[in-house]
Every structure is written in structure tokens, then in C-alpha cells.
């Protein structure tokens, strides 16, 4: 599966971003799929994620309430709406894809994504 991650930008705080996934190559709706940041001098960390129905979601305490993942597995494609943006939530934002046995099973551990994007920069200026 390749991965290509897009929707970035600069943006005030208080505004909002759309971030896309778009997938390609193997079966989409066999991968769980999750979004992670990393901003600069920190360790990437776990933003979303959805299950293979998109049934099921998870998000970091940091995020939850302000951000929404979802996927349109007709066009293999997933989503992070991304509302009340923060200066903290500045950082580079990579998609990922993980195969999943079970429909409903999402996870927040990168090691459970064996396809990455290539990163899309979110800058959220105060």
C-alpha cells in the first residue's frame, strides 16, 4: 500500500485544516489506519485512528474533541478534520496503514502500521 498524505499548511490558531490520505496498491479496507505528528525535537506520537469499517476510532487526550478521523473506503481515502487548531499541534503529520485481522481493531502503536506517507507539515501560528 502506498500512501500519500496531503492538506497541510499554516493556519492561525482557532482555524482549521483537512488532512487526506490517499492509498493505493493492495486492499484498503483490509488496513486499520491511523495518523501520527511528530513536531520538531519531539518523538513522533499518536494523533487518530479507525478501524477497516471506520466503525470504530480511537484519538490521543490532546486531540480528542477538536479532531475527527474518518475513511471513504470507495475511494481509499482517509480524513483528519482538524478543528481549534493549537500552536502545539504544529508538526509534521504522517498517515499509516496496518493490516488488521479483525474489522473492528485499531491501535495506537506505530509498529502495528507497516505503510507510512511521506508527511504533510501543519504550522499553527498564534
Known amino acids: 500500500v502506498q500512501l500519500q498524505a496531503s492538506g497541510g499548511g499554516l493556519v492561525q490558531a482557532g482555524g482549521s485544516l483537512r488532512l487526506s490520505c490517499a492509498a493505493s496498491g493492495g486492499t484498503f479496507s483490509n488496513n486499520a489506519m491511523g495518523w501520527f505528528r511528530q513536531a520538531p525535537g519531539k518523538e513522533r506520537e499518536f494523533v487518530a485512528a479507525?478501524?477497516?469499517?471506520?466503525?470504530?476510532?480511537d484519538y490521543a487526550d490532546s486531540v480528542k474533541g477538536r479532531f475527527t478521523i474518518s475513511r471513504d473506503n470507495a475511494k481509499n481515502t482517509m480524513y483528519l478534520q482538524m478543528n481549534s487548531l493549537k500552536p502545539e499541534d504544529t508538526a509534521v503529520y504522517y498517515c499509516?496503514?496496518?493490516?488488521?485481522?479483525?474489522?473492528?481493531?485499531?491501535?495506537?502503536?506505530?509498529?502495528?502500521?507497516?505503510?507510512w506517507g511521506q508527511g504533510t507539515q501543519v504550522t499553527v501560528s498564534s
Open positions: 479507525v478501524s477497516r469499517s471506520g466503525g470504530s476510532t
Open positions: 499509516a496503514a496496518g493490516y488488521q485481522l479483525r474489522v473492528g481493531a485499531i491501535s495506537r502503536s506505530g509498529v502495528q502500521y507497516q505503510h
